[in-house]
């Protein structure tokens, strides 16, 4: 894979994918997400996300809106755990008018008080429709269970109560701390020169909002699972179960991802939809996820299913599990699942958002980009006995969490 990095002189990163098309999809990803927020700040950085959008020392926010929808293109956010990414997508004559406006929404957004009082309202609105999706809020739950006491664990979208209290102090406050452009990267997928990309660069991105410390990751501590049943009073039984996993940059991750995949991946003929929904049809939807972070991580299993149905459900998920530690899969079968995770990867690599988010993330955590020929040398040299090992690891049932919404 061809790419291109600069490093300006306020230590923010640019990495160029060049693609021979007429969109280009630029960005920011910033290293800053909910687990950086204090106590009294849950919710925080995704409320910077919305307010992002609301002003700047020189555009009012119908501004910033129609800057980009003008001209065909589109300008998007989202903020995880551990990451704020403020996105663009705009033909390639464009691409300076997006840089300019990503820039300036990041670096000199000014928080007006009365558009953050209208903002909190939506953001309620968003948090109340969330909860009444039970299949969604259980992750989250879910997530506060596996790493309580721990910011990791917070509720991305945050407290209704605190969100009513913040103010313009509060955002500033908040982007002063943890805005570094050391900790960002800026990502370009497209047909572009790359000098004139560094210039431009140097001209929009030079700025720096770093006045105070940012607040140091703590690791979360050590995991006690938990067996937990909340009364939702919903139709289905809604269940989930899992445990920590590992971080971005443990040897085994890559083992993982294939496992998971193996499990409960998007595939119809994963382990799990084979037998619960395929066999004795009893869900419609069966999944597994993995989800490493910097310093941790944790997979889970989630179904809904009728109540009657839900001891019976738990019990295959068990047994698929207890399956993958008693004995090492037969070589087809690994080379088959093999196969099905870098086709899997390949056919994601064609979608071009995505891939040119994955881009800014990936250089954001390892300073470099792995092509699809190393990532499959990686996954070729998984062995059967490896997964086994990793299955006996995660799947112990003395260290799997449960919750379980009725």
Same mark, same amino acid.
């Given at each position: 894979m061809i790419y291109q990095t600069y490093t300006l002189p306020n230590g923010l990163r640019i990495i160029h994918k060049p693609d021979s098309t007429a969109v280009t999809y630029c960005g920011l990803v910033i290293n800053t997400g909910s687990r950086d927020e204090v106590e009294k700040e849950q919710g925080m950085a995704h409320f910077i996300e919305h307010m992002l959008f609301k002003g700047t020392e020189k555009r009012r926010s119908g501004h910033i809106i129609n800057r980009l929808e003008n001209v065909g293109g589109e300008l998007n956010a989202y903020t995880s755990k551990e990451e704020t990414v403020v996105y663009a997508i705009v033909l390639k004559e464009y691409f300076e008018r997006s840089m300019e406006l990503v820039s300036d929404i990041v670096f000199h957004s000014t928080f007006p008080q009365k558009e953050i009082d209208k903002?909190?309202?939506?953001?309620?609105?968003?948090?109340?429709?969330?909860?009444? &999706?039970?299949?969604?809020?259980?992750?989250?739950? !879910?997530?506060?269970?596996?790493?309580?006491?721990?910011?990791?664990?917070?509720?991305?979208?945050?407290?209704?109560?605190?969100?009513?209290?913040? @103010?313009?102090?509060?955002?500033?406050?908040f982007i002063q701390r943890q805005y570094k452009p050391e900790e960002m990267v800026f990502f370009v997928l497209g047909d572009l020169n790359f000098n004139q990309l560094i210039r431009y660069g140097e001209k929009?991105?030079?700025?720096? @909002?770093?006045?105070?410390? &940012?607040?140091?990751?703590?690791?979360? @501590?050590?995991?006690?699972?938990?067996?937990?049943?909340?009364?939702?009073?919903?139709?289905?039984?809604?269940?989930?179960?899992?445990?920590?996993?590992?971080?971005?940059?443990?040897?085994?991750?890559?083992?993982?991802?294939?496992?998971?995949?193996?499990?409960?991946?998007?595939?119809?003929?994963?382990?799990?939809?084979?037998? $619960?929904?395929?066999?004795?049809?009893?869900?419609?939807?069966?999944? &597994?996820?993995?989800?490493? !972070?910097?310093?941790?991580?944790?997979?889970?299993?989630? !179904?809904? +299913?009728?109540?009657?149905?839900?001891?019976? +459900?738990?019990? $295959?998920?068990?047994?698929?599990?207890?399956?993958? +530690?008693?004995?090492?899969?037969?070589?087809?079968?690994?080379?088959?699942?093999?196969?099905?995770?870098?086709?899997?990867?390949?056919?994601?690599?064609?979608?071009?958002?995505?891939?040119?988010?994955?881009?800014?993330?990936?250089?954001l955590r390892y300073g470099k980009i792995e092509d699809m020929e190393t990532v499959k040398q990686m996954i070729e040299a998984i062995t059967a006995e490896k997964l086994q090992l990793i299955a006996v690891e995660m799947f112990n049932p003395k260290d799997l969490s449960v919750l379980i919404y009725r």
């Amino acid at each position: 894979m061809i790419y291109q990095t600069y490093t300006l002189p306020n230590g923010l990163r640019i990495i160029h994918k060049p693609d021979s098309t007429a969109v280009t999809y630029c960005g920011l990803v910033i290293n800053t997400g909910s687990r950086d927020e204090v106590e009294k700040e849950q919710g925080m950085a995704h409320f910077i996300e919305h307010m992002l959008f609301k002003g700047t020392e020189k555009r009012r926010s119908g501004h910033i809106i129609n800057r980009l929808e003008n001209v065909g293109g589109e300008l998007n956010a989202y903020t995880s755990k551990e990451e704020t990414v403020v996105y663009a997508i705009v033909l390639k004559e464009y691409f300076e008018r997006s840089m300019e406006l990503v820039s300036d929404i990041v670096f000199h957004s000014t928080f007006p008080q009365k558009e953050i009082d209208k903002e909190v309202v939506i953001i309620i609105d968003e948090i109340q429709s969330y909860n009444d &999706s039970p299949s969604e809020l259980i992750f989250d739950d !879910f997530e506060e269970m596996i790493f309580a006491h721990h910011p990791i664990g917070h509720n991305i979208l945050g407290k209704p109560e605190l969100l009513e209290s913040y @103010t313009t102090e509060d955002a500033n406050r908040f982007i002063q701390r943890q805005y570094k452009p050391e900790e960002m990267v800026f990502f370009v997928l497209g047909d572009l020169n790359f000098n004139q990309l560094i210039r431009y660069g140097e001209k929009y991105l030079n700025g720096s @909002t770093t006045k105070n410390e &940012s607040i140091k990751r703590v690791s979360p @501590t050590s995991y006690q699972p938990i067996r937990k049943e909340i009364d939702k009073n919903t139709h289905q039984v809604h269940f989930i179960l899992g445990n920590r996993s590992y971080d971005l940059y443990h040897p085994d991750r890559m083992g993982m991802y294939l496992l998971n995949n193996i499990l409960g991946g998007p595939g119809m003929n994963s382990l799990l939809n084979l037998s $619960l929904r395929e066999k004795h049809g009893l869900v419609y939807n069966v999944e &597994s996820s993995y989800q490493p !972070f910097t310093d941790t991580g944790m997979w889970s299993v989630y !179904f809904g +299913c009728d109540t009657e149905n839900a001891a019976r +459900c738990e019990q $295959l998920v068990l047994s698929a599990l207890q399956k993958l +530690c008693d004995q090492p899969l037969p070589e087809n079968a690994l080379k088959k699942y093999k196969l099905q995770l870098m086709g899997q990867m390949a056919v994601s690599s064609e979608h071009k958002e995505n891939f040119s988010l994955s881009l800014g993330k990936s250089y954001l955590r390892y300073g470099k980009i792995e092509d699809m020929e190393t990532v499959k040398q990686m996954i070729e040299a998984i062995t059967a006995e490896k997964l086994q090992l990793i299955a006996v690891e995660m799947f112990n049932p003395k260290d799997l969490s449960v919750l379980i919404y009725r």
